[in-house]
């Protein structure tokens, strides 16, 4: 088993010669590079067999298609419906159509706002 240092990214990032090479990913125009987290080759195949195992692929199409996966509460669990434009509507049932909440699309300007405002600096 590949150990790193406890808490220093620097150091793997110069030891581990091709970690900008090999520890990235990119799919759909996003590009991810996990060589700046304290990850190894190792730690990222045991992720990806875990999501295997746990049928992760089909869990997030399941989420997608609004299937009642919040067990709680016996309902979707809607986290795409945060991003949906205000203007649009989920209809799940078409006796009751959920309308997006006006204060969830306030706090995501918000949040975007003070996004923006940091960048801006």
Same mark, same amino acid.
């Given at each position: 088993?590949?150990?790193?240092?406890?808490?220093?990214?620097?150091?793997?990032?110069?030891?581990?010669?091709?970690?900008? #090479?090999?520890?990235? +990913?990119?799919?759909?125009?996003?590009?991810?590079?996990?060589? !700046?987290? %304290? /990850?190894?080759?190792?730690?990222?195949?045991?992720?990806?067999?875990?999501?295997?195992?746990?049928?992760?692929?089909?869990?997030?199409?399941?989420?997608?298609?609004?299937?009642?996966?919040?067990?709680? #509460?016996?309902?979707? +669990?809607?986290?795409?419906?945060?991003?949906?434009?205000?203007? !649009?509507? %989920? /209809?799940?049932?078409?006796?009751?159509?959920?309308?997006?909440?006006?204060?969830?699309?306030?706090?995501?300007?918000?949040?975007?706002?003070?996004?923006?405002?940091?960048?801006?600096?």
């Amino acid at each position: 088993m590949t150990k790193l240092p406890a808490a220093d990214l620097q150091l793997p990032l110069f030891t581990y010669g091709r970690r900008g #090479e090999i520890l990235v +990913a990119e799919a759909a125009g996003v590009y991810l590079d996990y060589s !700046k987290n %304290l /990850v190894t080759t190792e730690t990222m195949g045991l992720l990806m067999q875990l999501a295997r195992q746990c049928d992760l692929p089909d869990r997030i199409e399941a989420m997608f298609r609004a299937d009642p996966i919040n067990v709680t #509460e016996q309902r979707p +669990a809607l986290h795409t419906a945060l991003r949906m434009p205000a203007y !649009k509507r %989920l /209809v799940l049932d078409p006796a009751e159509p959920l309308h997006h909440d006006s204060s969830t699309n306030a706090l995501i300007r918000r949040y975007r706002a003070a996004q923006q405002a940091s960048q801006d600096r």
